[in-house]
């Protein structure tokens, strides 16, 4: 599978996320090693209307749906991954006006668990927050044909 196709899955799989739609979630970078996906800033998601500064549950959605999602980077064939356990650490606050990245990466992988680490900066290159996240790994016969077909646009 090449970076495209991995992009363009990735993408079809965050449509289907109502709360990564609403965010406006968008996949910036992917390959079978990691997967980035940017979250722009908007009025929507201040947390703090004095200092504008980003609500956590939105950088918790932005690390986690990154998370996730790059387990169709870094698995032979697609399948649904629920989370089983995402601990994050906040560094320090977004700072506003700017959007936040979500680099994801799958570090150790066994029949029946994923384990990956995920950090979210922003441009300047300071980490606003970072996580570690168990995702259950379901089988690809566990997954809805129908809902393989769509992310995979019919190839599997």
Known sequence: MTDANRMDRVNRFIQTLNQARELGLTVTDASDKHLVLCLPYSERIIGNPQTRVIHGGAITTLMDTTSGSVMICALPEF?????????????????????????????????????TRCEAYQAEGETVAQCVGTFMRIGREATPKAYRDLITGGAE
């Open 79 to 115: 399948e649904l991954c629920p989370t089983l356990d995402l601990r994050v650490d906040y560094m320090r606050p977004a700072e506003p006006d700017l959007p936040v990245y979500a680099r994801a990466e799958v570090y150790r992988m066994t029949r029946n668990i994923v384990f």
